[in-house]
Nanobody
Framework: QVQLVESGGGLVQAGGSLTLSCGASGSLFTITHQGWYRQAPGKERELVADITSDDNIIYADSVRGRFTISRGNVKNTWSLQMSGLEPEDTAVYYC???WGHGSGRYDFWGQGTQVTVSS
């Protein structure tokens, strides 16, 4: 099992910046994905950014160029730097880690942290 804890959410004005951090513990040696997802009210959870064990990074089209995912200097941590925030970015953000790929993927989730962007 993998346990994830997020931090760093909050309230920010449009155009502002926030950084979310995730710390992982547990069975980490087989993690293949480290990422961030978000879920806005009334919408499905969606991928924000993901980095694989071989350093491939993907971003949602809506955040590319504004958000940056990176691994932390402390082992088994990663962060999401968000800039140019828009009201549409308001959501609960979830830290994600996964074993495997595709149909064999098994996901772990943090408890979520609220990000609210005011206009």
């Amino acid at each position: 099992q993998v346990q994830l804890v997020e931090s760093g959410g909050g309230l920010v004005q449009a155009g502002g910046s926030l950084t979310l951090s995730c710390g992982a513990s547990g069975s980490l040696f087989t993690i293949t994905h480290q990422g961030w997802y978000r879920q806005a009210p009334g919408k499905e959870r969606e991928l924000v950014a993901d980095i694989t064990s071989d350093d491939n990074i993907i971003y949602a089209d809506s955040v590319r160029g504004r958000f940056t995912i990176s691994r932390g200097n402390v082992k088994n941590t990663w962060s999401l730097q968000m800039s140019g925030l828009e009201p549409e970015d308001t959501a609960v953000y979830y830290c994600n880690a996964a074993w495997g790929h595709g149909s064999g993927r098994y996901d772990f989730w943090g408890q979520g942290t609220q990000v609210t962007v005011s206009s």
